[in-house]
């Protein structure tokens, strides 16, 4: 099944394998071979623990090979009129007056801290579709929220 992604959620996706499949491995490595040299295996923790932590390394690396292998990168079109998937988008909380700006993201790429939205979430998706000027309505747990289409980009 495809998964949208942004070009730079990509990149951050095989940089990230890169580093596991590379350093990751590495230092697994290293530690099992110290961890050997401290003598019997069946008693020795620090080997089982080294081995446990490459049993982890090497499904996190699957799971991001998954992911790469069922990437769809969908571009943001610069000159959109609405928010689509991929688009930065700047809004006000119409109740406090707060400024927000969020970028459309996939789910795997979505960080909120760094205003990266999954495409998935409620916000995104009655953000989608709307220009700026528009308001927009979303029911959360604490009740619905409105906010303001500002700005695109």
């Known amino acids: 099944m495809a998964e949208a992604i942004t070009r730079e959620g990509l990149a951050q996706l095989k940089t990230e394998l890169e580093d596991l499949e590379g ?3 590495r230092a697994i490595a290293q530690r099992i071979l110290v961890a050997r040299e401290l003598g ?12 446990e932590d490459q049993a982890h390394l090497e499904t996190k690396i699957l799971r991001l090979t998954e992911r790469l292998r069922n990437a769809l ?3 943001s079109d610069a000159d959109a009129t609405v928010v689509t998937f991929g688009a930065t ?12 700006s969020y970028t459309i993201v996939g ?13 998935e979430s409620p916000v995104a998706k009655a953000l989608i579709g709307s220009a700026p000027g528009d308001t927009i309505s979303v029911s959360t ?12 980009g």
């Open 23 to 25: 350093e990751g491995r």
């Open 40 to 51: 019997d295996l069946s008693e020795n923790a620090e080997y089982h623990a080294a081995k």
């Open 89 to 100: 988008v700047n809004v006000t909380d119409v109740k406090s007056g707060r400024e927000a």
């Open 73 to 75: 990168v969908v571009e």
């Open 107 to 119: 789910p795997t790429e979505a960080d909120l801290r760094t205003g990266k939205l999954s495409a």
């Open 141 to 152: 747990p604490s009740g619905t929220r409105e906010f303001r289409v500002e700005s695109l």
